[in-house]
């Protein structure tokens, strides 16, 4: 599978963002159909430790399973421990550049949100571009200002060639949106965390 076609319905979890079973809701947006799944244990509530190791290790399972790609989100020796097929960092985290030196053969993605964090990234370290907030969103406690789907026109006119997705605040009434603005995906945490039907979720994004 090639990023491009990874991104297409990108979901995005950690224990913080479940009321049920991490590991069940996986499985049931794995067999609706998404493309990517990115371990996000971050923020209040977020497992420490070897209980993160662990839930981290049976969802990378579970995507192997069902040949999804697995990201882990800013954390590199996660990554490599739980042989990651990507790792996603934002503006904060890890350079990008050290992670490619680090990191080979490992899908590379970087968060930006203006465009001066746009001519500050290391384009040619990366493997795609996470775009946003496209909406507001209250999942993430350090989310910034959203900026709308006209920051993923510009960014894919500038970059034309990088793969795109489109990040924050996402819903199954917006996502169209999205990729008609020029992106290569959606990513998507609550939509499908909360979503009463998971399956109808996946299907209508």
Known sequence: MEVRQALRKYFI?????????PKE?????????????????KGNGALQGFQRYLLGKQ???ICKQYQIPFFVN??????EILDADGIHVGQDDKPAAELRRRFPN???????????????SPIDSIDYLGVGPIFSTTTK???????????????????????????????????????????DGVSIISAITN???????VSQL
């Open 25 to 41: 809701i996986l499985k049931q947006a794995a067999n609706a159909g998404i493309t990517a799944f990115q371990y996000r244990e």
């Open 106 to 120: 490992k899908w590379i993605g970087l968060s930006i949100s203006n465009q001066a964090e746009l001519n500050n």
């Open 195 to 201: 979503a009463k039907y998971i399956d109808q979720a």
């Open 141 to 183: 406690e350090d989310a910034k200002v959203a900026v709308g789907t006209q920051w993923v026109k510009e960014v894919k006119h500038a970059y034309p060639h990088i793969p795109i997705v489109g990040i924050g605040g996402i819903s199954v009434d917006n996502a169209a949106s999205v990729m008609e603005a020029g992106a």
């Open 13 to 21: 979890m950690g224990s913080q963002n479940c009321n049920g079973d």
């Open 59 to 61: 969802l990378r399972d």
């Open 74 to 79: 800013d954390d590199e020796e996660l990554a």
